[in-house]
């Protein structure tokens, strides 16, 4: 019988979303990549209407939650209650996995924003408690303005880079599509930014071929993290 993986990744889902909401909607990818990671579903701190691609499908899948607020995003009002979320679940995967290490972070749309905050945070020494994430997969990711602004400000005037390995799947037809784009460019370091784009919406990689390509491409960030 095969061991388990004795990595992990960190999964937060969309905004007017929850964790098990979530777990259906990666499973095309997260199954290619069971041999490798076992996956620490969370649900972000505040409640909310359901959101973008929800229902019908997911009805009867309350309580829905987000990371931000609606319409602006609130970074500076939200954060604490992000970053507790998150510590509670690392905290509880530990003592049932002591053996486990967290080692990477993947999230859909204004989970993608909130994964960010977590990395940038982390370079910055803020969050002793956080294991070190040494690579993210940033899915449709939801990137405001406000989101570069609030980074821009807090680093002293200097644009925030992101210096881990990370790839970003892009749906073509995605309203987010040109905010992934400007993340990208403007705040991933290039020689670490890897960019998959896929035909489709909002929504994570649903065919064969693409959650393949999604899922090697991810062990490729991984292992590049790895050193």
Same mark, same amino acid.
């Given at each position: 019988m095969p061991?388990?993986?004795?990595k992990a990744?960190?999964?937060?889902?969309g905004g007017?979303?929850?964790?098990?909401?979530?777990?259906?909607q990666?499973?095309?990818?997260?199954?290619r990549?069971?041999?490798?990671?076992?996956?620490?579903f969370?649900n972000?701190?505040?409640?909310?209407?359901?959101?973008p691609?929800?229902?019908?499908?997911f009805?009867?899948g309350?309580?829905?939650?987000?990371?931000f607020?609606?319409?602006?995003?609130?970074?500076? +009002?939200?954060?604490? *209650? $992000?970053? /507790?979320?998150v510590?509670?679940?690392?905290? !509880?995967w530990?003592?049932t996995?002591p053996? +486990?290490?967290?080692v *990477? $972070?993947? /999230?859909?749309s204004?989970?993608g924003?909130a !994964?960010l905050?977590?990395?940038?945070q982390?370079?910055?020494?803020?969050?002793?408690?956080?294991?070190?994430?040494r690579?993210?997969t940033?899915?449709?990711?939801y990137?405001?303005?406000?989101?570069?602004?609030?980074?821009?400000?807090k680093?002293?005037g200097?644009?925030?880079?992101i210096k881990v390995?990370?790839?970003?799947l892009h749906?073509?037809?995605d309203?987010?599509?040109?905010?992934?784009?400007?993340?990208?460019s403007?705040?991933?370091?290039?020689?670490l930014?890897?960019?998959?784009?896929?035909?489709?919406g909002?929504?994570c990689?649903?065919?064969?071929?693409d959650?393949?390509?999604?899922?090697k491409?991810?062990?490729?960030?991984?292992?590049t993290a790895?050193?």
């Amino acid at each position: 019988m095969p061991r388990p993986p004795t990595k992990a990744v960190l999964c937060l889902h969309g905004g007017g979303s929850c964790k098990d909401i979530f777990r259906v909607q990666l499973a095309g990818l997260g199954r290619r990549l069971t041999d490798e990671f076992e996956f620490i579903f969370v649900n972000a701190p505040y409640a909310s209407p359901a959101g973008p691609g929800i229902l019908p499908l997911f009805a009867g899948g309350e309580p829905f939650y987000r990371w931000f607020g609606a319409g602006a995003p609130m970074i500076d +009002s939200r954060l604490g *209650g $992000i970053n /507790a979320v998150v510590r509670v679940a690392i905290e !509880a995967w530990k003592k049932t996995k002591p053996e +486990s290490d967290v080692v *990477g $972070i993947v /999230a859909f749309s204004e989970g993608g924003l909130a !994964a960010l905050l977590l990395l940038w945070q982390q370079q910055l020494g803020r969050l002793p408690w956080l294991p070190t994430l040494r690579f993210a997969t940033l899915i449709c990711c939801y990137f405001p303005d406000e989101a570069a602004e609030y980074m821009y400000a807090k680093h002293g005037g200097e644009v925030a880079l992101i210096k881990v390995p990370t790839l970003h799947l892009h749906g073509r037809q995605d309203f987010c599509l040109a905010q992934g784009r400007k993340l990208v460019s403007h705040h991933c370091m290039s020689e670490l930014a890897h960019v998959l784009e896929f035909e489709g919406g909002h929504h994570c990689p649903k065919t064969r071929e693409d959650c393949e390509e999604a899922a090697k491409r991810m062990l490729q960030i991984a292992r590049t993290a790895e050193g």
